[in-house]
């Protein structure tokens, strides 16, 4: 594959930016040439954000697994799309070439039929990284069911809300995943997701660690039992009918995601075919500066937006090698990444700067005797980087040789909206740089006028929005438009906004400085102080709670919780547990606080706000700097909250 649309040059950049403002028709139009379509589209851009309505591509005709998978047959069969590195390191690798991706996912397609999968259904995936749940999402792709992957981390509770959101009807799941040294045992999670379910018909369970399941009957199939009796072989597939595709319009849903926002419910972001797939090409290849024949190595879970498009659907539209790594940084010891580098000679990797704090914390041991010298780019995502973490990435992992992309993005963007372009724009610790061609930020004050006057830093200050749509914008929320429209589309008039806040300097650079609204950032894992609340409030002896962040050397925010507890109380430490466990049975144990503190009352405005910019600075331990305490119902909780700070 080569890519006519790489930019190679700073001033290459600087023009395709230019053209992509002045011309976003035609420098997308041209782009798009260079993927299969059944049928080109009419009109490469409709847009309103006062509805709001996105249409990239509108009319046009494809599916997004032959430009994933089938394009790549001729000159690719025998290259490895997914090398798999299993959670321990003595287990045999897999390496799945074009050629067998395709067999398999046009397989499983079939399986997916058989089982009375349509266009347009929801299937939820709830698996470990293996590679069957890139075969599972492709081949949801492939027949046009609406794939919605849930990361393994999330509880019963949270799977059954997310089923039940979007009318799901199949679930592909495995009997238990490997993470580290723990076994997960994740179809029994899905069994109590489905207490109560009356959407689901299906559950296709994959074997992974052999842990005992319930197979119920009527509803629950052996995956390997279900592609046993589809034909293998790819002329027995063509001759069966298996392996064709369902022809999708551009803007068909492709796949739902849910994520994390200011309100307690989680909201299930829609991202459509065609302009998906352009926007998460288009960036892998720009972004890393991909080369064919490179191996890219994304750290992240299949169960997030990162892996979806930096793991699956960017590189291997590119026909790139991607890899999947089953287990934990830290398992077997500290140097597993730097194993997988020196064992795969890898090129690219690409990880969050909570993994690198993490790391950083063990030392140069785990590096001893481990060559790194195939690496060439290094990325990281999810959270700001702090300069410390970045220059030790830079020394020790890059050797001062390789550039570092600080990819600023979301789950509601798709792909990478803010980088630097590996090696071809330059990089500055801690700030994202410029924005990708098609990308266009503004900084605007609170009543969403720009921002015009410089801080005493010398850098422009203000929330993050984009003024026109990129291809890989979301198009809804599932089922709830309007939620949409009020989250996104109406903080201010006529942008999208990212809920971010930034600072930009005299170079046009972007510094992303961290959330504005009331959503957490841990450990790169984006978390709603809301929901956190309401699983605290669901134990029965809790009044009242309040969440907020607190700086956290290596998860980036901690989350700090403050209780009103009147229930049966043995102890704080049993009870803290108590509240432990009933968030992780809840939400998940991604969600569980750091800190517990008891109170006896919040801080309440008159009108019965909690004051939660007080309760911010008590967790941050800048309790000096309070601020105006005189509005509040009872100034005395602050005293007290101060004075029991953990
Ligand atoms: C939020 C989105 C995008 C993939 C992973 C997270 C924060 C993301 C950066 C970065 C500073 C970043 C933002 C954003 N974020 N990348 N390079 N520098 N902050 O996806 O779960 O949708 O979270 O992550 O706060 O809004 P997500």
């Known amino acids: 594959m080569s890519y006519p ?46 509805e709001p309505k996105i249409e990239w591509f509108a009319g046009g005709k494809l599916n997004i697994t032959e430009n994933c998978l089938d394009r790549h047959l001729e000159k690719l069969a025998d290259k490895p799309a997914i090398i798999w590195e299993p959670n321990n390191p003595e287990e045999r690798t897999r390496i799945v070439t074009y050629e067998r991706l395709h067999k398999r996912v046009c397989q499983f397609a079939q399986v997916l039929k058989n089982n009375g999968v349509k266009k347009g259904d929801r299937v939820c995936i709830y698996m470990g990284m293996v590679p069957e749940l890139a075969y599972a999402t492709l081949a949801c792709a492939r027949i046009g069911a609406i794939h919605s992957v849930i990361f393994g981390g999330f509880s019963a509770q949270s799977i059954a809300d997310r089923l039940e959101d979007a009318q799901a009807e199949f679930i592909v799941t495995c009997d238990g995943a490997y993470r580290g040294g723990k076994d997960i045992p994740l179809k029994s999670v899905i069994d109590d997701a489905l ?123 590119a026909g790139a090698t991607s890899v999947m790594f089953e287990g934990v940084p830290t398992w077997p010891d500290a140097g597993r990444f730097w194993d997988i580098i020196d064992k795969y000679k890898i090129d690219i990797l690409y990880t969050a700067p909570t993994a690198i704090r993490s790391l950083m914390g063990f030392g140069l041991d785990p590096l001893k005797g481990k060559d790194l010298s195939s690496l060439k780019v290094l990325g990281t995502v999810g959270e700001p980087i ?32 803010i980088s630097n372009l590996a090696g071809v724009t330059p990089a500055k610790p801690s700030w994202a740089t410029l924005p990708l061609p098609g990308v266009q930020p503004i900084l605007v004050d609170e009543n969403g006028k720009e921002v015009t006057e410089k801080d005493e830093e010398g850098n422009y200050k203000g929330n993050l929005c984009i003024k026109a749509p990129w291809p890989g914008i979301l198009r809804t929320t599932y089922g709830d438009h309007e939620r949409c429209r009020t989250n996104y589309f109406a903080t201010y008039e006529n942008l999208y906004f990212t809920g971010d806040g930034a600072l930009k300097n005299d170079d046009g650079f972007y510094r992303i400085t961290g959330r504005v609204d009331d959503v957490l950032n841990v450990s790169g894992h984006r978390i709603g102080t809301a929901e956190v609340e309401n699983a605290i409030n669901m134990h029965a002896g809790v009044v009242e709670s309040a969440v907020v962040g607190y700086p956290h050397d290596i998860k980036g925010q901690g989350i700090y919780a403050y209780v009103i507890f009147n229930g049966r109380h043995f102890d704080d430490e049993l009870t803290r547990k108590d509240i432990l466990a009933t968030v992780s049975r809840i939400i998940g144990p991604i969600a569980k606080p750091d800190k517990i503190q008891f109170v006896s009352g919040l801080p309440k405005t008159r009108s019965g706000k909690i004051m939660r910019r007080i309760l911010r600075k008590v967790a941050e331990g800048e309790t000096d700097k309070l601020g105006d305490t005189s509005t509040l119902l009872d100034p005395g909780v602050v005293d007290e909250i101060v004075k029991g700070k953990l």
């Open 5 to 50: 649309y790489q930019i190679k040059s700073y001033d290459e950049y600087k023009e395709a930016y230019q053209k992509s403002i002045d011309d976003p028709e035609a420098f997308w139009g041209d782009i798009a040439e260079h993927f299969r379509w059944h049928k080109k589209w009419d009109k490469v851009l409709n847009w309103n954000f006062k």
């Open 195 to 317: 207490i109560g379910n009356k959407t689901v018909k299906r559950v296709i369970v994959y074997t992974r660690t052999r842990t005992p399941v319930s197979m119920i009957k009527g509803r629950d199939v052996w995956w390997e039992d279900e592609m046993q009796a589809v034909t293998e072989g790819a002329e027995a597939l063509k001759s069966d009918g298996f392996g064709e595709v369902e022809v999708m319009d551009a803007e068909d849903p492709l796949f739902i995601l849910y994520t994390s926002g200011s309100t307690g419910k989680p909201k299930g972001v829609v991202h459509t075919v065609g302009g998906y797939m352009v926007w998460t090409n288009y960036s892998f290849v720009n972004v890393f500066n991909y080369q064919p024949g490179q191996i890219h190595f994304c750290t992240a879970d299949i169960g997030w937006i990162t892996g979806h498009s930096y793991i699956i659907y960017g590189p291997l539209s």
């Open 386 to 417: 702090n300069e410390e973490a970045w220059h030790w990435y830079d020394e020790h992992i890059g050797k001062k040789k390789c550039p570092i992309v600080d990819t600023w993005w979301q789950t509601e963007t798709g792909g990478v909206l």
